[in-house]
C-alpha cells in the first residue's frame, strides 16, 4: 500500500469497504448502522459498546466481522463469578516446576466481552486495563496483546438485576455507544427464514490484519479543516452544563456532560466516516453522523431528565 498514494488508498478503502459489507450481508439482515459504527470503531481503531435486547445477533454480527476481516475471534461470556485470571490468563507450574504463562481469552484480535455489565468491578477493570494498554501485565511482566486488538462489548439494557454498571471512566473507554434496534418486518421474516433452514451461508475473507494496520494508520493521516475541527471541540463544550455554550435543554437537563476524549473520537470518527464513504476530507456532516454515538454514553442526565423522561438521544439531538 505504500506504493499508492494517499488518494489512491482511500478510494481502495472505500471500494474494499463496499465488498465488506455486501459480504456482511449474506449473514446480516438490516442493522445498517450497527455494522458501519463496528467497522469504523475498527479503523478508527477504537473499541465499542453494543447494546441490545437479548437475539439480536449482536454475537453473530461480531463473529461475522471477524470472519470476513481474517481476524482471530473469542467471545467472553462475563458471570458474576468470573475473575480477572479467566480473562487474562494466569501464570503455572510446568511439568518441569518452572513458571509458565498461560495465555487467556484475551490474546486475540477481536475479543467480545458478552454481557460486560454482569461481572464485578475487579474483573470488568482486568479487561480495560487490556483496551488502554494494548497489554497484559502478570507478575510485573508485560504482555503484549495481538495487533489489530478490538474489545466489543455488549450489554442489556433490560433486567438491571444483579448487574454491574461500568463506572463513567471504563464507559468513556469506548468509542462508540452502539444501539441495535429490532429488525423491521421484512428483516425479521427474512431472518427467520434463513435461521429456520438448511442452508449454510459462509463468507469470503476480504482484509488481512496488516490492511487493517495499514487503513488505520491511513485515516489518521486524513486531513481536516480547522473549522470542521473547531466545529468538533464546540460540539463537546457544549454538552457541559457549566460552559457558556451550553443551550438551555443542556443546563436544564444535564448533570455533567463530556470530555476531551469525546473531541478526540468525533474526529477520528468523521475522518473515517468520510474515507468510508470515498471522501479525502471529512466535513461537518461526517462529524454529525457519528456524533451520536460517541456522546450517547459521555452524558449524564440529572434527576428532572428522568423524571420528564427525557433521553440522552434526545438531548444529543437537540444539541446537533
Wanted: with cysteine; proline share 5%; glycine share 4%.
Amino acid at each position: 500500500m505504500s506504493q499508492m498514494s494517499d488518494v489512491e488508498a482511500v478510494d481502495a478503502l472505500a471500494e474494499k469497504y463496499k465488498a465488506l459489507r455486501a459480504e456482511i450481508a449474506k449473514v446480516i439482515v438490516g442493522q445498517d448502522e450497527a455494522v458501519d459504527l463496528v467497522l469504523s470503531s475498527i479503523f478508527s481503531n477504537g473499541h465499542s459498546l453494543l447494546v441490545g435486547v437479548p437475539g439480536l445477533a449482536k454475537t453473530l454480527l461480531v463473529q461475522t466481522i471477524a470472519q470476513v476481516l481474517e481476524l482471530s475471534f473469542t467471545r467472553i461470556q462475563f458471570t458474576p463469578d468470573l475473575m480477572p485470571s479467566d480473562i487474562v490468563g494466569a501464570e503455572i507450574l510446568d511439568e518441569s516446576r518452572h513458571f509458565k504463562f498461560n495465555k487467556g481469552p484475551i490474546f486475540s484480535n477481536i475479543v467480545l466481552a458478552d454481557e460486560i455489565n454482569r461481572t464485578p468491578p475487579k474483573t470488568q477493570a482486568a479487561l480495560l486495563e487490556a483496551m488502554q494498554e494494548k497489554s497484559v501485565t502478570i507478575n510485573g511482566v508485560h504482555n503484549a496483546l495481538p495487533n489489530p486488538f478490538f474489545v466489543l462489548a455488549t450489554q442489556n439494557p433490560i433486567e438491571q438485576e444483579g448487574t454491574y454498571p461500568l463506572p463513567e471512566a471504563q464507559l468513556d473507554r469506548f468509542m462508540y455507544n452502539i444501539f441495535l434496534d429490532y429488525p423491521s418486518y421484512e428483516e425479521e421474516v427474512q431472518v427467520v427464514k434463513n435461521t429456520t433452514s438448511d442452508s449454510k451461508v459462509s463468507v469470503n475473507k476480504m482484509m488481512s490484519a496488516e490492511d487493517i494496520l495499514n487503513y488505520q494508520q491511513l485515516v489518521r493521516k486524513i486531513p481536516i479543516a480547522d473549522n470542521v475541527l473547531e466545529y468538533a471541540v464546540k460540539l463537546v463544550g457544549k454538552t457541559r452544563p457549566n460552559s457558556a455554550a451550553a443551550p438551555d435543554i443542556v443546563k436544564e437537563y444535564v448533570a455533567w456532560g463530556a470530555g476531551p476524549r469525546a473531541a478526540q473520537y468525533l474526529v477520528l470518527g468523521a475522518k473515517c466516516h468520510a474515507a468510508l464513504n470515498g471522501k479525502y476530507s471529512p466535513d461537518i456532516e461526517d462529524v454529525k453522523a457519528v456524533a451520536e454515538a460517541i456522546l450517547r454514553h459521555r452524558l449524564y442526565r440529572n434527576y428532572k431528565a428522568e423524571a420528564e423522561g427525557f433521553s440522552v438521544s434526545r438531548i444529543v439531538k437537540e444539541i446537533l
